[in-house]
């Protein structure tokens, strides 16, 4: 299982793709939030923040993710995208 | 900074994220003490308290739960307003109480941090610890308490756990002094913000800095600067940023990244996150949600809930009923015959106990939504459904003040405050009344018990009459869909909306919540009928009873009542079973004459007559476009005149368990002895109440939310039009099918 794997390093530099591709139980850091100002700045502000950890729940759109012991649910659309860092090792 | 306080009134502002349990422990602190009101001005809901402690009154406020102390509208500006004392109508807090869940501790601190920055002694409580420690989560209280430099306070509200050391606590930090300001920022952004406050006199720190970070129109209004000071100043930030940009701080990245990486250190060592474990929980969750599984338990939930306001309300709906109608035996058995009797008897008691009676089925449906919300259930449903949502231009956030809307609009209007874009709050607003709200369920119980067969399939548990309950919601939403489709392509021009939400954690729903909210609404309803339904019954009984018919008119009339009277009696001494009741139904048919004489001629059926052409495509005669007429302020008044001019106090037979006004409307007639409703009309009557906007008390919350009349004028205006085209629609096409 993904989700079991240990966090990567900050060193180690996984492959970025959008979050919008995890499948569920896979995880990710978060590399970079793009989109409209305002509503990256609310994601940033819930935790959506460089480096935080992020697991797939629920995948689709809108998608259910795991942020720190909360759930977060978000449409992934022109609006906002969120681009996460693979684990280096798969 | 803040200097200890010994004034003998303190004021404690409750600040948190949402779902923290931040109002269930503003709840246990301050007990019944509790006042709601609004903030003048914005759509923020008051919420104060009190509370005793050591001799010392404690104004308590609760502020609205939010993210983030960056206001993104006046609704928002008013917390950052509370907190920094800046309002007339809220002393400045002594003391900011700032309330985390254990179990996201991390992203509770951003908010944290901002309120370390205002310049008042901040107390934390942490709260869901046992939720967090079944996710794994520990936190060490001292060492945390000691890296945030404010006291920590682990708490259990519901339980009143820790209630008294967080008091105590407060009460320290209040006598003590506020903190000192973080130093989250770096360096170089610290600079700009000192340059600028240079410049902004008197105004708190903590604003210039928000200033700087991100355009805020809302604290631009409030500096009270004239035109060119203001683009003065605009300019000043805008040339800040930029250097700040040069620098490799951008804005307002800078924020979030400067206080996470402050939350990171706070919490480095201090938060211990064992493995988490997949819990039944979260594969009961995962059911939930997901999009073919969830969305049939979603279907299932509503129609159980719905059928159980049916079936769980008979009983009680049967004893209300029968005291009413003790009530009015009593009455008129007791007074003497004449208008007073009649006035009591057939109008007072007749309409208000045709009212009355619902009260358990919206009471039932109230606390099953409340249900729902609080366990968390609710926020699955609004996720499921945004799918369908974003269809009609809106976004999953519009779902639950829809859905609490099947209870009431009025709670459904002010539930659309969460939702940020203002078209889309407007747009969810004026569909809002299309819903069928409990206040329809009267009327739709009535005549579907009246007039709609009760035939079941597949062994019972498929009735048609649910079945036709279910559709007359169904002609709401898919009306509403139609009409929300049409307005976010025109007046409310717009593309998809933005969807961000948390989801709760699910947990046992509070019943002291739930019975609060069925209490508040048994009284909204109950209150009604003591005002608005108690006056339009007996001016409707009025406008029914008089003018009385002439004697000229009466004498031939009373003549043949008299005669057929003296036949049943001879009849009666004769002892021929046929021939008595033969005479008795010749009695009852002059009887039954004489009181359609007698209301065709009152003002009410003058006035009924004169709108009849209007109704009659309807399928409507003078009675029903009467009584329709006279429920615009509140629908559920046609069912307390119905009772009047049906006056169900009188001679409905007494065979079976039927309500005694669903036999009066099955055997009403039209003056030429055929049925006045038949399964066509029923329904039409049924479709243009659950088209309608017939009601002021929404209409005037919607005036409120909106601040102004345009929106509940066209609310109005929309949906009686298509109340009628509905209305004539079903019936036509109804007496087609069936003919």
């Known amino acids: 299982m993904i989700a079991r794997m240990p966090a990567v390093g900050e060193d180690e530099i996984g492959e970025m793709v959008p979050l919008s591709l995890l499948q569920a139980g896979e995880s990710g850091r978060v590399g970079d939030v793009v989109g409209n100002v305002d509503l990256v700045h609310r994601l940033r502000e819930m935790g959506l923040c460089d480096g935080a950890t992020v697991w797939m729940i629920q995948p689709g759109s809108p998608c259910i993710i795991g942020l720190d012991g909360h759930r977060l649910c978000f449409r992934c659309d022109d609006l906002a995208r969120v681009f996460v860092q693979l684990p280096a090792a798969c | ?739």
């Open chain 2, 1 to 739: 900074m803040l200097i200890a306080s010994d004034k003998s009134t303190w004021t404690i502002a409750l600040v948190g994220n949402p779902n923290t349990g931040k109002s269930t422990l503003f709840g246990a602190l301050s007990g019944v003490n509790q006042r709601t009101g609004n903030y003048p001005g914005v759509t923020v809901e008051k919420k104060t308290g009190e509370v005793v402690h050591d001799g010392r009154r404690w104004l308590l406020v609760d502020l609205p739960g939010t993210y983030s102390l960056a206001p993104r509208s006046p609704d928002e500006m008013v917390t950052v307003d509370v907190l920094l004392g800046r309002r007339r109508d809220v002393p400045p807090p002594d003391v900011i109480v700032c309330v985390a869940a254990a179990g996201n501790l991390w992203r509770n601190l951003y908010l944290v941090s901002q309120a370390l920055e205002l310049g008042r002694p901040v107390v934390l409580a942490l709260t869901m610890n046992d939720l967090a420690e079944n996710d794994g989560v520990r936190v060490d209280v001292a060492a945390l308490a000691d890296r945030l430099g404010i006291p920590v306070v682990p708490i259990h509200p519901r339980r009143g756990e820790g209630l008294e050391a967080l008091k105590a606590a407060v009460e320290r930090a209040g006598a003590g002094e506020a903190p000192a300001p973080l130093a989250i920022f770096p360096e170089e952004f610290r600079r700009e913000v000192d340059a600028l406050a240079e410049t902004l006199a008197d105004v708190p720190r903590y604003l210039v800095e928000r200033l700087l970070l991100s355009p805020s129109p809302y604290i631009e209004d409030g500096l009270g600067l004239d035109d060119d000071d203001r683009a003065a100043l605009r300019e000043r930030i805008e040339a800040a940023r930029e250097r700040l940009a040069e620098a490799g701080c951008k804005t307002p990245q800078v924020e979030t990244t400067a206080r996470y990486a402050w939350v990171g250190k706070a919490t480095d060592g201090v938060v211990r996150r064992g493995e988490r474990r997949r819990r039944l929980v979260d594969r009961v969750d995962a059911v939930l949600t997901h999009w073919l599984s969830g969305s049939l338990v979603l279907v299932l939930v509503l129609l159980v809930t719905f059928s159980a306001v049916f079936s769980w309300a008979e009983i009680p709906m049967d004893w209300i009923d029968g005291g009413f109608k003790a009530v009015g035996e009593w009455v008129s058995t007791t007074l003497p015959e004449g208008p007073i009797n009649d006035l009591i008897g057939g109008g007072i008691v007749a309409g208000v106990g045709a009212v009355v009676i619902f009260l358990p089925q919206i009471v039932i449906l109230i606390g099953l939504l409340a249900i729902l919300e609080e366990s968390g259930y609710l926020a699955r449903a609004a996720y499921l459904m945004d799918r369908i949502m974003v269809r009609f231009g809106l976004s999953g956030r519009s779902f639950i003040p829809l859905l609490s809307s099947f209870a009431c609009a009025i709670p459904g209007v002010m539930a659309t405050r969460s939702i940020e874009d203002r078209r889309d709050r407007l747009t969810t607003i004026l569909i809002i009344p299309l819903m069928s709200c409990s206040a329809r369920l009267p009327v739709y119980t009535l005549l579907i018990a009246a007039f709609i067969p009760a035939r079941s399939y597949l062994d019972g548990w498929i009735q048609l009459q649910g079945l036709t309950l279910l559709a007359m919601y169904l002609v709401g939403v898919v009306v509403a869909a139609a009409v929300a489709l049409i307005l976010k392509r025109s007046l409310l021009r717009g593309g998809a909306p933005v969807f961000v939400m948390e989801m709760p954690a699910y947990q046992w729903p509070s019943s002291v919540a739930v019975v609060r909210r069925m209490i508040d609404r048994a009284w909204d309803f109950l209150s009604n009928a003591g005002t608005i339904i108690f006056a339009v019954s007996i001016v409707m009984w009025g406008l029914l009873y008089y003018p009385r018919l002439s004697p000229e008119d009466a004498a031939p009339l009373i003549a043949r009542q008299e005669r057929a009277a003296t036949e049943l009696e001879a009849a009666r001494t004769g002892g021929d079973s046929e021939k008595i009741a033969a005479a008795a139904t010749a009695l009852k048919q002059t009887e039954d004459h004489i009181a359609g004489a007698q209301q065709r001629q009152s003002l009410l059926g003058r006035m009924g007559r004169w709108i009849e052409p209007a109704v009659r495509p309807l399928g409507w005669d003078w009675r029903l476009g009467a009584a329709t007429l006279a429920a615009f302020p509140a629908r559920e008044i046609i069912v307390s005149t119905l009772g009047v001019i049906f006056d169900v106090g009188d001679d409905v037979a007494e065979d079976g368990n039927e309500q005694r006004l669903v036999q009066a409307v099955q055997t009403a007639k039209r003056p030429d002895g055929r049925p006045l409703f038949t399964i066509p009309v029923a329904l039409s009557v049924m479709v243009f109440f659950a088209l309608c906007a017939q009601c002021v008390s929404t209409l005037a919350v919607m005036w409120r939310e909106t601040g102004s009349w345009t929106w509940p004028a066209i609310a109005f205006t929309y949906m009686t039009v298509l109340a009628y085209v509905g209305a004539f629609l079903t019936y036509q096409i109804g007496t087609l099918l069936i003919s």
